[in-house]
C-alpha cells in the first residue's frame, strides 16, 4: 500500500496518515489539479526571496527536463504555491518538498494528503545535509533536486548539491540567468570565476533554458534561467580536487594580481611562474585565464 504522509506545522517531522478508501475502479489516489488552478496561499514574502512560478507551461518543461519517473526520488526545494509539485507527483517519482514557509508548508501538506509518495515537509533546507532530508522522509538517496529556487539562496544551496553526491544524484533548478552563467562559464568568458571552477570540480553545468519575468509571480526584475548540474563522470580524485579548488580560491580572491603574487603563500613566486610556462601560460597570467585543468595541474605539482 502507498504511504501517504502529512505535515506536523509546529515541527520539522512528518508523520504517517492513514491511507483512504479506493473508489470503484480507481487507482485509489486523488491527482492533483493543475498548477493554474490554484490561487496563492498568501502574498510572497521578500525575507525569502520569493517568487513563485505562476504558469503551467513553465513548469511542465522544467519537469520534462528533470527526465524523472516512478523510479526517482526527487527533492524539492521551495515548492512555494506547488506549481512544480504537482506536475513532479504526476510523473510517479516519490517526492519529498522542504518548504520554509510554514503556512504555504501546512497548505501543500494538507492538499497533497492523498497524492501518494510524496512527503511535504516544514523547514529550512540549508538547515540540514541533504541525505538527512531525505532519511526524515524515508526516502531513497541519491534523489534529483527540482526546484525553482529563492534568489537569495541559489547560489550556496547548488553548491552543496553537487558537492554531496552521495544524496544528490543531479539537479534541475531556475535561478538567476547571471547565476546559472556564472556555473557554466568557461575561461574566456564573463561570467568565469571561483563559483565556475568550483562547480566543474563536481559537476558539468549546462543552461536549458531561459524563462522570463513574466512567468513568476511576483515578477521578478531578471530573467531567469534553468540550469543543470550533472555529475562528473568519472568523479576527480577527493584530494587533488580540495587542491585544486583551494588554490582557485586563493588566485580569484585576489584575481588582481598576477598567479604568482596571489599564491605566494603557498609556494614562491617563481615555482608558479615555472609551472605556468610549462603549461604555455605567460608567467604574469591571472585566475581568470586557468581552467579547471590548469589548477589540478598546480595542485598536483605543489601539493
Not at 571561483?194 to 511576483?218: I, N, T, Y
Not at 588582481?256 to 603557498?266: C, Q, Y
Request: glycine share 6%; with cysteine.
Amino acid at each position: 500500500m502507498s504511504k501517504f504522509y502529512h505535515l506536523i506545522p509546529s515541527r520539522d517531522v512528518a508523520r504517517e496518515a492513514p491511507a483512504r478508501g479506493r473508489p470503484a475502479g480507481g487507482s485509489g489516489r486523488r491527482r492533483p489539479s493543475p498548477a493554474s488552478a490554484r490561487p496563492p496561499v498568501a502574498p510572497a514574502r521578500k525575507r525569502w526571496g520569493q517568487h513563485f512560478l505562476a504558469s503551467p507551461e513553465a513548469a511542465r518543461r522544467i519537469v520534462q527536463a528533470a527526465r524523472v519517473g516512478p523510479g526517482d526520488t526527487v527533492l524539492e526545494v521551495g515548492p512555494g504555491d506547488g506549481a512544480l509539485t504537482r506536475p513532479l507527483i504526476a510523473t510517479g517519482a516519490r517526492l519529498v518538498a522542504v518548504e520554509i514557509d510554514p503556512l504555504r508548508a501546512e497548505a501543500l501538506a494538507r492538499e497533497l494528503a492523498d497524492a501518494g509518495r510524496t512527503t511535504i515537509l516544514h523547514g529550512d533546507a540549508m538547515a540540514r545535509t541533504f541525505g538527512e532530508w531525505l532519511a526524515q522522509a524515508g526516502a531513497r538517496a541519491p534523489a534529483v533536486l527540482v526546484a525553482n529556487l529563492p534568489y537569495n539562496v541559489a547560489t550556496p544551496l547548488l553548491v552543496r548539491a553537487v558537492e554531496e553526491p552521495e544524496a544528490i544524484a543531479r539537479a534541475v533548478a531556475t535561478v538567476q540567468r547571471e547565476v546559472a552563467r556564472r556555473f557554466a562559464a568557461r575561461p574566456g568568458d564573463e561570467e568565469y570565476g571561483f563559483l565556475s571552477v568550483r562547480a566543474a570540480a563536481s559537476c558539468r553545468a549546462r543552461v536549458l533554458f531561459d524563462l522570463p519575468p513574466s512567468v513568476f509571480r511576483p515578477r521578478p526584475k531578471v530573467v531567469s534561467s534553468v540550469l543543470e548540474l550533472a555529475p562528473r563522470t568519472p568523479p576527480l580524485d577527493p584530494v587533488l580536487r580540495r587542491r585544486a579548488v583551494g588554490l582557485a580560491s586563493l588566485a580569484f580572491r585576489s584575481r588582481r594580481k598576477t598567479l604568482g603574487n596571489a599564491l605566494a603563500s603557498e609556494a614562491p613566486r617563481a615555482r608558479w611562474e615555472e609551472i605556468l610556462e610549462s603549461l604555455g601560460r605567460s608567467s604574469s597570467a591571472r585566475a581568470e585565464e586557468l581552467s579547471l585543468d590548469d589548477f589540478q595541474t598546480l595542485a598536483a605539482r605543489v601539493p
